[in-house]
Each structure stands twice: as C-alpha cells, then as structure tokens.
C-alpha cells in the first residue's frame, strides 16, 4: 500500500521561481490518494494562484493566517496536528532562515512550528544563496531537529547561470516524502535484502550469457518493502538499468553471480531478510576469452564453450535471517518450487508459471504461488507485481513477527 494513501499531507509553497513545480507535485500527491492541503507563502502567491492548487486538491488553499474565512482563523493549529507529514517545495533561502529561527509570521511557519508530524524539505535558490554560510547553518539546524532535506540538484538555474539550488526532481521529493511516511510501518527498522534482474557471465570481452529478467518484480519489492519502513538493500544486474531505483534504497550494481554472491554476503552480514528475486545464471564459463572469439580458426565451424557450475547464492549464504526464493518455472511448477524449498531450507518460495501470459519476465503483472514451510501453498491471482510485492512482505513481515516473539 502507497505510504500517501488516504493520508493528509500538508504541502507548504514558499516564493521561489520553482513554485511551479509544486503544481506537479501537488497532482502527483493528489494521484497518489493524499489529502492535499497547500499552505502558501505570500510571497509564493506572487508566482502562481491559490486558484491553481486549489483546482487540483479540491480544497481551500491557506495563504493567509488572518483571513477570517479561512480555515488557518478558524481552527488556528488545525492543519498542524492533522497533517501525516509536511512537505515543503520549493523552500526558499529566506523560510529556512525563518524556519531555523522558530518564526511564526505568517500561515505555513505557524503550521511548521506548530506540528509533531514529520518534515521533508526540498530547498530552491540560486547556486551561491544555497551555498552561502548561514543557509547551510540553518538547514544543519533544522536537519540536527530532524527535518528530512531532498537536497536540489546541479545544473542550469533560472537566472542562467550553473549551480547546486534546482529544485530537485518530482520523483525524488515524492520517493523520500514516502520513505519518511513509512517510518511506523511494520517493517520499521528492518534490513532487507533483495536482488533483482538477470546476471551476465562473460564469454568474451563482447558476449554475456544472461536471461530475460528484467527486474520489475525485484524493484517492486524494494520499493514495497521501503513504503513499510524497511532499510533496504537492493542488489541489481546490468538487465535492470532502465528502471528507476526506488529513492531511499541502497543501489548496488553487479553483473556476475560470484559478484552478486559477494554483494549478498556483505549486505546479509545485518539482515533481517534476504529476498532473491535475481534470474541468476547456474552456469558460467570457465575461461571467457580475454580478446573478442573471431569466426576463424577453431571456431569457424562451430564453437564449444565450456560451462562451470556457479555457487548457489541461497544455500551458501547463512545466517539468521528470512529467506525468500524464487522458482520461475516452466513446468511441474509446485512440485519443483517445493523441492527447492527443501533443498535451500528457505522459509518462503515464490512460485511463477513463465508461460502464463501477464506474468514471468518483463510483464508489469504476475501470477504466483506462495509457498512456505510445510509445503502450505497460497495461490494469488494476476495482480500486478507491487501488489505481489506486498503479499511477499506480509508474509515475510510474519515471519518476522513470530520469531521476535520466540524470543523474548
Ligand atoms: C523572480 C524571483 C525569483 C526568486 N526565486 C527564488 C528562489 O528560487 N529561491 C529563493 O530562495 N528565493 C527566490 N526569490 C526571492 C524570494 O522570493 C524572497 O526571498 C522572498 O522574500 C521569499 O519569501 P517567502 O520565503 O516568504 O516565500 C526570488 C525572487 C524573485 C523576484
């Protein structure tokens, strides 16, 4: 479930010239099932119309903290203590400062220092505003009290000139908004683990041998498990380079399996679960060749490669945590994925028929079997593959839940 679901959240416009873009970030929220109230600076109104926002929330916009009609006169701390978070974008120079400083002039600093829930800050100004000394004491302040800061990027800013202060990308706000939100999820504090997409083994400096993975079903779940309030390490092939990494993950990048063997090793080291939804290839080749295989010679009339048999991630990698496998299969489906529960001592195996159409490889859908000790199977219908996601969670997030109580 989106973190920003049927949550309201407060998002605060201050008067840069970025305050456009809080027009987009406004919709996306407002897609994404938030609660939208926007409180703006009046230097904010200068750029764009409360008319604007509030044709897109469907709810009064506060600009002025003694509008008589307005909900802020009425109900002065009202926003403050409904909001499940504040998001503040843009935040310019000048309401950090006030923000560090604890002034409550006008309707949005009210709301801010008024409040318990949690702040993200995504900050706008030109290169040297944001650089400058005291703006970057004021957000070490706010960020030593807690406020979550999405720092602006690099890059041409409106005034023409080059420099760190462009607001940053949609995308990334929203991602961490979420990843705050999630803190009281139930998977809060716990490291999970997942890999994702299709392994290269190289046979020349020119060919691999991969598969058809395409590691949606493995970002589904790094960006599920992330909404839950998850730590989440997320270990991806080259095959997965078109998808966006969920914002707040830890990204590492492999392409052999003895890589993402030694990747998995290190990032279980704390794990709480290991989730491998990787492809990974059972084979390499035993000598890839150092200079590209030329149609001469030998192997002009045809090639032998000589495979050697890869380390199995999952029985070699020990250790006090959840295990999630995967059985992408093709046929006799329940019976090998049982088998290979056994055989790797996995808590849980995720089953997939490849043949079905909207599922397996590359699809947005799958249809999976949830198997777990005992051979107990759960079958799912086609759901599209975060929501699979979830299921897997729910599971993982039990198991997790009755061994904490084993304990104490
Ligand atoms: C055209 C224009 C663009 C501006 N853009 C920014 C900006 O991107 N970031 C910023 O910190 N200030 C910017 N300012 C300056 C702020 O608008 C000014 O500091 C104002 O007092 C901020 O008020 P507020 O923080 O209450 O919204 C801009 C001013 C103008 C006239």
């Known amino acids: 479930m989106d973190p920003l679901h049927n949550r309201p959240i ?18 996306r929220l407002v897609k994404a099932g938030a609660l939208v109230d926007v409180v703006m600076t009046a230097n904010a109104t200068r750029f764009v119309t409360p008319l604007c ?45 006030k923000l560090s400083l604890g002034f409550a002039e006008d309707a949005l600093q009210t709301t ?38 999405v720092e602006p990027e690099s890059g041409r800013l409106a005034s023409g000139l080059s420099g ?17 939100l999630a803190r009281g999820g139930d998977l809060a504090g716990r490291r999970i683990v997942i890999s994702a997409g299709g392994t290269q083994e190289p046979i020349d400096p020119v060919r691999i041998i991969t598969n058809r993975s395409s590691g949606k079903m493995g970002f589904a779940l790094a960006e599920a498990a992330r909404d839950r309030g ?32 030694e990747a998995v090793r290190a990032a279980t080291a704390e794990a709480d679960a290991l989730i491998m939804a990787a492809a990974v290839s059972d084979y390499r080749v035993a000598h890839p060749a150092e200079q590209k295989i030329k149609k001469r010679g030998a192997a002009a009339n045809g090639l032998t490669i ?32 049982t088998q290979k529960l ?4 996995l808590d849980l195996i995720v089953a997939n028929d490849i043949t079905g159409a909207g599922s397996g490889f590359g699809s947005d859908t799958n249809r999976v079997i949830l198997v777990g000790r005992g051979g107990v199977a759960e079958e ?19 198991i997790l839940a009755t061994r904490q109580k084993g304990e104490r």
């Not at 010239?17 to 919709?27: E, R």
């Not at 048999?309 to 090998?336: H, K, Q, W, Y």
Request: proline share 5%.
């Open 230 to 261: 998850a730590r989440v390490t997320l270990i991806a092939t080259p095959t997965t380079d078109a998808l966006a990494p969920p914002i707040g993950t830890e990204l590492v990048r492999i392409g052999t399996v003895i890589e993402m063997h």
């Open 342 to 345: 056994d055989k790797k001592r």
């Open 306 to 337: 000589e495979l050697v048999a890869n380390p199995d991630i999952l029985t070699e990698t020990v250790g006090d945590f959840v295990r999630v496998g995967f059985a992408a299969e093709s046929e006799d489906l329940l019976a090998n994925a």
């Open 10 to 27: 407060v998002l605060g416009v201050s008067g840069s010239i970025a305050c456009y873009k809080a027009v987009d970030l406004a919709s």
């Open 112 to 149: 801010v220092l008024d409040t318990r829930a949690p702040i993200v800050i995504a900050p706008a100004m030109e290169g040297d505003m944001y650089g400058a000394t005291t703006t970057q004491e004021h957000i070490a302040r706010l960020r030593a009290r807690g406020v979550v800061f």
């Open 164 to 180: 760190r202060g462009r607001l940053a990308d949609a995308e990334t706000i929203l991602g961490t908004l979420r990843a705050t």
């Open 53 to 97: 926002f509030k044709s897109i929330t469907h709810r009064p916009v506060v600009d002025d903290l003694w509008d008589t009609n307005a909900e802020m006169a009425i109900e002065h701390v009202g926003l403050a203590k409904r909001a499940a978070a504040i998001l503040i974008a843009p935040a310019t120079a000048n309401l950090l400062a």
């Open 380 to 398: 799912l219908p086609t759901l599209p593959k975060r929501e699979v996601a979830d299921a897997i969670l729910d599971r993982v997030a039990a």
